[in-house]
């Protein structure tokens, strides 16, 4: 199993129609075939910058790399997470 992660910041102000509107767009990934274990959720810590974690996993490496290619996804990598997210890391991890 492979989970893909990424912590965010967007550049929206916080509580903004703007980052709901993100968010909303963020969650209709997870109709994506394959992504299982979808969550979004919001930092609590003030230790880092970020704002938001996003999270899914993949049973293996075909259907990642098929959600990677996935075009709802890669639309919502041009349009929508490139122009509006400020900061981000990626996190992809098999269990040990």
């Known amino acids: 199993m492979i989970r893909h992660a990424a912590i965010f910041r967007l550049i929206h102000p916080a509580g903004s129609a703007e980052e709901a509107s993100f968010l909303a767009a963020l969650a209709e990934l997870a109709a994506i075939p394959g992504v299982g274990d979808f969550q979004i959720a919001r930092e609590i810590s003030p230790k880092n910058d970020f704002a938001f974690a996003v999270s899914m996993t993949f049973v293996d490496d075909a259907a990642y790399a098929a959600y990677n290619i996935h075009p709802d996804h890669v639309e919502?990598?041009?349009?929508?997470?490139?122009?509006?997210?400020?900061?981000?890391m990626e996190h992809d991890t098999v269990a040990l």
């Open 76 to 88: 919502f990598v041009e349009k929508r997470w490139i122009p509006e997210v400020a900061q981000f």
